[in-house]
């Protein structure tokens, strides 16, 4: 069996470009000369009928009026069956009040996801009754889809800036941030679309797997600050880097993976590039920098 998954967003929150930047990769975008790239959503199915979303981005509505296999099938029936969360931060879930027209769906999170959601007076507008919330135990399978099998695993990372306190940790293991695993058949997809640093458990999880979907939010961890853009650190934000002796690139070098693609990429990120070394290093080292709309199976 083999899970097909449509990258509905590539980009990081505040998507490329970004509303009011300026840096090079926003205006270049502006320019049309490198691809716009809307806010972090994969969509999955097994069918190609049935659909699951792996977050819900803000830019929901539009990504939806893009592709094809998400247009309702009917008046008022869209193909949606199902949401699911991996972090409450606003690039992940402000996509859920998009979808709050009437429509029954399944959204599924862990119970501190769900808290966070439900902290939110406003989320009120997405219907319980339409849309029940499943709580999700770390490592309990549960059915994403008929048929496609679905895992959560905790991932280090910090919990959403709206829920920042004096004092934040920024690679936290537990139910704030998780990554997502597919089971269909042998089929085995993983998406960890934030991930602060990869730790020997993680690495055995992602070895062997058909499909993987990875943070690229960053190629190194001081690019906002180098490119004037603001104070923080990628690992400050809990994103581990794409380059360097402890990125993802040499961190995941050994591991056995059928395709190996970048998601969540911030505006900054100079891979977005076609031209830059920094892309062809990340291409060389068999890595696919994903784009909106690109389809992959597994
Ligand atoms: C992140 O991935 O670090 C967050 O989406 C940042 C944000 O909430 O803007
Ligand atoms: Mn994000
Ligand atoms: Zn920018």
Known sequence: MSIRAIILGAAAGGGLPQWNCGCTNCNLARAGTIPSLSQSSVAVSLDGTSWALLNASPDLREQFARVPQLAPTD?????????????????????????????PFDLFATAEIQA??????????????????????????????????ARLFPVPGKVPLYLEGETVETDLEGEQTVGVELAAGATRMLYIPGCARITPALAERIDGADMLFFDGTLWQDDEMIREGLGRKT????????????????????????????????????????????????????????????MELTA
């Not at 069956?81 to 429509?103: F, P, W, Y």
């Not at 040499?250 to 056995?256: I, P, R, S, T």
């Open 116 to 149: 966070a959601l439900s902290g939110n007076p406003m989320m009120a507008a997405v219907d319980r009754q339409l849309v029940p919330r499943r709580t999700i135990s770390l490592e309990t399978p549960f059915e994403l889809l008929p048929g496609l099998e």
């Open 234 to 293: 990628g690992k400050r934000m809990g994103h581990i880097s794409m380059s360097g002796a402890d990125g993802s690139i040499a961190g995941l070098a050994g591991l056995e993976i059928g395709a190996r693609v970048f998601v969540h990429m911030n505006n900054t990120n100079p891979v977005l590039r076609p031209d830059a070394g920094e892309r062809a290093e990340a291409e060389a080292a068999g890595w696919i920098i994903a784009r909106d709309g």
């Open 75 to 103: 008046l008022r029936v869209s193909p949606l069956r199902s949401v699911l969360v991996t972090n409450g931060d606003i690039d992940h879930v402000a996509g859920l009040l998009t979808l709050r027209e009437k429509q």
